[in-house]
T-cell receptor, first 113, second 116 residues
Framework: DVKVTQSSRYLVKRTGEKVFLECVQD?????MFWYRQDPGLGLRLIYF???????EKGDIPEGYSVSREKKERFSLILESASTNQTSMYLC????????????FGSGTRLTVV | AQKITQTQPGMFVQEKEAVTLDCTYD???????LFWYKQPSSGEMIFLIY??????QNATEGRYSLNFQKARKSANLVISASQLGDSAMYFC?????????????FGTGTRLTIIP
């Protein structure tokens, strides 16, 4: 069964910490995405990548960066975590043009205290 | 820019009844795809159904069908004979199918609760 794996299901971090959220897919997909999900706001795109070492800003990139050194891995980095980054983070991957869209990971619920 | 609007934050439906979840969209792209995803309380997003903007027929997948009305820019999800396991968040999403674009734009979601 194809999978997108996010390294942590729940994470609690302190304000100001550097936080790494890891995402690995085993489907050889070119495209990978990071979204955050907040009640009443749906899913908002943070960053995405269409190829190794390529990254593009989504709709809400402020306070985040990403790294894609290998095709299967896409990391989201919170340089200095803040309480307003408390959220559910969803990683997804896709095959270009595939009609089923994305395959999602199970999500990481991050709490910044 | 693309926009998805889901106007029903929450719905309560009796088990075995049919459910319609509303979705309207706005885009200037001539070619696009529309998606519905289900998110149970466990958190994972499950793909349900896809409709291409040039598809002649409405998409169906088992108990799910997509009522696509292009002129109205609506893509409502219909669930027939609802079950308790259908209780979840449902998201409508769209993607412009121009070359090089793989981004999905999501709506705010509808929380569906099925009542026994």
């Amino acid at each position: 069964d194809v999978k997108v794996t996010q390294s942590s299901r729940y994470l609690v971090k302190r304000t100001g910490e550097k936080v790494f959220l890891e995402c690995v897919q085993d489907m050889d997909h070119e495209n990978m995405f990071w979204y955050r999900q907040d009640p009443g706001l749906g899913l908002r795109l943070i960053y995405f990548s269409y190829d190794v070492k390529m990254k593009e800003k989504g709709d809400i990139p402020e306070g985040y960066s990403v790294s894609r050194e290998k095709k299967e891995r896409f990391s989201l980095i919170l340089e200095s975590a803040s309480t307003n980054q408390t959220s559910m983070y969803l990683c997804a991957s896709s095959l270009t043009g595939h009609p089923k869209g994305y395959t999602f990971g199970s999500g990481t619920r991050l709490t910044v205290v | 820019a693309q926009k998805i609007t889901q106007t029903q934050p929450g719905m309560f439906v009796q088990e075995k009844e049919a459910v319609t979840l509303d979705c309207t969209y706005d885009t200037s792209d001539p070619s696009y795809g529309l998606f519905w995803y289900k998110q149970p309380s466990s958190g994972e997003m499950i793909f349900l159904i896809y409709q291409g903007s040039y598809d002649q027929q409405n998409a169906t997948e088992g108990r799910y069908s997509l009522n696509f009305q292009k002129a109205r820019k609506s893509a409502n999800l219909v669930i027939s004979a609802s079950q308790l396991g259908d209780s979840a968040m449902y998201f409508c999403a769209m993607r412009a199918t121009n070359f090089g674009n793989e981004k999905l734009t999501f709506g705010t979601g509808t929380r569906l609760t099925i009542i026994p």
